[in-house]
């Protein structure tokens, strides 16, 4: 198993500027979860998803959009990029909804100028 | 509201000597509590849970609910014990919520 994977490793965009975050995971894991990593901040919860086609808010949804139109795949898209979205993003699942555990990928890091 | 407290953000001790990072937490429910470990150009790994009662490469965690407490501990550090920490609470449907982390340093 290649676990939870993520591309890029590294991105830099222009203010204004959108893209994808790829996330997948070939754990068949129902829940699947991104966070932003910032200094003295911790890992903040952005979006959520408890199985393909339902997702939710996290604690700073503003920005990102998601989707998830199968198990293993869960992007994250950034609309129009701002300097404060300069962060790494983690992607998280885990296998059951009710278990906690999370199986983080290797993160990207995004630069906005 | 769920909301994880990591008061120090850097840690610094010398091999062998006992290390306690501290974790408090406030939620009104029953909390599900997390170590994870982030060591160098690594990526996130949980370290331990409360409910597994276990000890981790040394290490150990108890749940205090009176003190809203879960301290990791080892008794003898090691340099490979370097890292990043970050407690964590489940007190939700699967909102996993994070402190802000303590970088521990270990030092020959």
């Known amino acids: 198993n290649a676990g939870v994977t993520q591309t890029p490793k590294f991105q830099v965009l222009k203010t204004g500027q959108s893209m994808t975050l790829q996330c997948a995971q070939d754990m068949n894991h129902e829940y699947m979860s991104w966070y932003r990593q910032d200094p003295g901040m911790g890992l903040r919860l952005i979006h959520y998803s408890v199985g393909a086609g339902i997702t939710d808010q996290g604690e700073v949804p503003n920005g990102y959009n998601v989707s998830r139109s199968t198990t293993e795949d869960f992007p994250l898209r950034l609309l129009s990029a701002a300097p404060s979205q300069t962060s790494v993003y983690f992607c998280a699942s885990s296998y059951r909804v009710e278990r906690r555990e999370q199986y983080f990928g290797p993160g990207t890091r995004l630069t906005v100028t | 509201a769920q909301r994880v407290t990591q008061p120090e953000k850097l840690l610094s001790v010398f091999k062998g000597a006992p290390v306690e990072l501290k974790c408090n937490y406030s939620y009104s429910g029953s909390p599900e509590l997390f170590w994870y470990v982030q060591y160098s150009r690594q990526r996130l790994q949980l370290l331990l849970r409360h409910i597994s009662r276990e000890s981790i490469k040394g290490f150990t965690a108890d749940l205090n609910k009176g003190e809203t407490s879960f301290h990791l501990k080892k008794p003898f550090a090691q340099e490979e014990d370097s890292a990043m920490y970050y407690c964590?609470?489940?007190?939700?449907?699967?909102?996993?919520?994070f402190g802000t982390g303590t970088r521990l340093l270990v030092s020959p």
């Open positions: 964590a609470l489940s007190g939700g449907f699967q909102k996993l919520v």
